[in-house]
């Protein structure tokens, strides 16, 4: 498998502003309610103990020394309740005292000027008169239970029954949204107080910034631009691929002016229900004109933006009735009104004509992917707080990351230093980036080959694209070979490419197709049999000679006619009523050319490895020795002079199976 050093594709890194939900708990409310309740109750529990705190715990009596001490005249007073008798002595008394017949009893000694004793169940008619004749003081009292220690026995269960029935019907409704909690909206609202974002944070598209500074300084100063009878953009639309940082300039327009700030993704307007999304839209608007000045961030519109009539829906259907009620409120602003509309999206082509008109989303923006430059601000931003070691160069590596987003560098610099950390480093050193760009790119390295055969097979395809992207001129420097298998690679060309190219001559292509083609040419001459291994390779090639052909009119024989797709019809359903732009004997010659420019350039570089079978046959062994070859022992190879080696890595690579 062979892949261009500039990848057209890029993987969805863009930063997520949401973050997981946590998990649901019961109300911090709830939480204090049952809490003070537990208090209350222990508090009537341990009533009693507590008033008689600073008294002497009262002794038990049996009934009969209860008895002795009223007759011999040392108790003071007693209160009798129903099966419970209780007193106070006239002086300290200590029970028992040594060698009394109390010990017997169960008494241990205690000192004490109260006591307790339980009235025989018989009953004693004596009792009131023998009290009387010994001068005790006689309180009656009938035992009753305290009415709130009483009222929280019987009702306590119930309370708390209750209480968990309204918790789970809380927390039933806000996991649903509620019955008639559908027409909400749930955009995520920041607060200006918190630490914001701002564009110190954002690096790498200065130009972006550029266009975004004067709707900062209309939502610090409105006033200033009222006064001329100036009308701020009410919308704003950031156009770029995924992961360039679109979310993030949202949020730092909002942090630089210091005002609210309503995040929503697009997807979250549209329901099962016709007419919940508008009903979400209207609430959404009317909270940010509540809250102004403000701006309204919606990602990825394309979900509810696109084009109407396109055949996938009738004017019931629910993402156009969210469409033309979002079309409505933007046209609802006043002009005093300090309500900003932000909106991203990686597919402009697909919206809706009537969202790009002057007065809704008046002002697009490019995010576009960073330059060299851009690459090397945005690795030093996430390099903040990581320990980097002396020997990362960070422009060496921007240089390397060509096609990277903003959010494929954060990817990297988080990769290297996971990397470190396995390896029980102190600091990020370059190594660690190298090997987290490999991983990143190429995936993780496997064992390496075990059947010869295979791996003689690997060596030679590896040595096909290396001596081809060597010996031809105008294509990308290779940096290094191995056959070390990683991912679904068996074998990896690394390829460098000396700068950013944004426009692809005729030559570089042809040169591009033809080291991919090198793998499969090698193993034609050396083993006179090809294997599966150069799938990819010829996929990656026809689509180049395709686009060369139908697209970029660089056939003389087709003309320079530009034959290629709609890009809208998988999205929009055009293609179940339109068919293709030009006839079937177009395609049929469109057909042949791509067949006679492969056939061509797959000649052309079998012809270049059969002139270079030494250096061929050189670079394999050395491959089947060493499973790695770097840049300077390929050039000593195959005998050419040494450019300017780039600076160490990671790089860009081209790999194959």
């Known amino acids: 498998m062979f892949l261009p050093p500039n990848r057209d594709k890029q993987p969805d890194g863009k930063p997520d502003d949401k973050k997981p939900t946590p998990p649901r708990f019961p109300s911090p409310n709830w939480i204090w309610l049952v809490f003070l309740g537990l208090l209350l109750f222990w508090a009537v529990v341990q009533a009693p103990n507590m008033l008689n705190a600073g008294t002497s715990q009262p002794i038990e009596l049996p009934y009969s020394a209860f008895y002795d001490q009223v007759t011999g005249g040392n108790v003071a007073e007693v209160v009798i309740e129903e099966t419970q008798v ?114 110190a944070d954002v690096a790498g598209q200065a130009a972006a910034k550029s266009e975004l500074v004067e709707i900062v300084d209309f939502l610090k100063e409105p006033d200033k631009y009222i006064a001329l009878g100036a009308r701020i953009p009410r919308g704003v639309l950031l156009i770029g691929p995924p992961g360039t940082g679109k979310t993030l300039l949202a949020r730092a327009v909002a942090g630089e002016a210091g005002v609210a700030f309503f995040s929503i993704a697009a997807s979250e307007f549209v329901e099962m229900f016709v007419g919940v999304g508008a009903s979400r839209v209207r609430d959404l608007f009317n909270k940010a004109k509540a809250a102004a000045p403000s701006i309204v961030f919606i990602d990825e519109i394309d979900a509810v933006g696109r084009q109407r009539g396109a055949g996938l829906g009738g004017g019931n259907d629910e993402r156009e009735q969210t469409l033309n009620q979002m079309l409505a409120e933007m046209d609802g602003f006043d002009r005093n009104e300090s309500v900003i509309v932000m909106a991203a999206t990686n597919r402009p082509d697909v919206l809706d004509p009537a969202l790009l008109r002057p007065g809704r989303f008046d002002r697009q923006v490019t995010v576009a992917l960073p330059d060299r430059k851009g690459r090397e601000d945005i690795l030093k931003v996430h390099a903040r707080g990581k320990p980097l070691d002396q020997t990362v160069d960070t422009e060496a590596i921007s240089k390397a990351t060509i096609g990277f987003s903003g959010a494929d560098i954060a990817n990297l610099a988080n990769e290297a230093a996971l990397t470190a950390a396995r390896k029980n480093r102190r600091r990020i050193t370059q190594d660690d980036f190298l090997e987290a760009f490999d991983r990143i790119v190429l995936g993780t390295a496997s064992p390496p080959l075990a059947n010869e055969q295979e791996r003689r097979v690997v060596a030679y395809h590896e040595a096909g694209h290396a001596l081809v992207a060597t010996i031809t001129p105008g294509t990308d420097p290779i940096f290094k070979v191995t056959i070390v298998p990683r991912g679904q690679a068996l074998g990896v060309a690394y390829q460098m490419p000396e700068d950013d190219r944004r426009n692809h001559s005729r030559g570089y292509i042809k040169a591009r197709m033809m080291v ?51 890009e809208r019809q998988p999205f929009l359903g055009y293609s179940l009523s339109q068919g293709r732009s030009y006839s079937e004997e177009t395609a049929a010659k469109i057909d042949e050319e791509v067949h006679r420019l492969i056939e061509e350039l797959y000649t052309q570089t079998k012809a270049l490895l059969e002139e270079h079978r030494d250096e061929l046959e050189a670079l394999a062994h050395e491959l089947m020795t060493n499973e790695v070859v770097t840049r300077a022992r390929l050039l000593e190879i195959t005998g050419k002079e040494a450019i300017p080696a780039p600076v160490e890595p990671p790089v860009t690579a081209s790999n194959a199976e």
């Open 516 to 566: 991919a083609l090198g793998g499969r040419a090698a193993e034609e001459i050396v083993f006179d049999d090809v294997t599966t291994g150069a799938a990819s390779d010829l996929k990656q090639v026809t689509q180049m000679a395709r686009r060369m052909v139908a697209q970029f009119g660089m056939s003389d024989r087709i003309g320079q006619v530009n034959y290629g797709e709609d």
């Open 86 to 199: 209780r007193g106070r002595f006239n002086s300290v008394v200590t029970f028992p005292e040594d060698g009394s017949p109390l010990i017997e009893q169960g008494l241990t000694q205690r000192t004490s000027t109260t006591f307790t004793s339980t009235l025989p169940p018989v009953g004693d008619s004596d009792l009131v008169s023998t009290l009387l004749a010994n001068n005790v003081v006689i309180v009656g009292q009938i035992t009753q239970a305290n009415p709130i220690l009483l009222l929280l026995w019987n009702f306590f269960p119930i309370l708390i029954l209750i209480g968990f029935f309204v918790w789970q019907a809380r927390r039933t409704q806000r996991q649903m949204g509620g019955v008639f909690g559908f027409g909400q909206t749930k955009a995520r609202q920041y607060d200006a107080e918190k630490p914001q974002i701002t564009f």
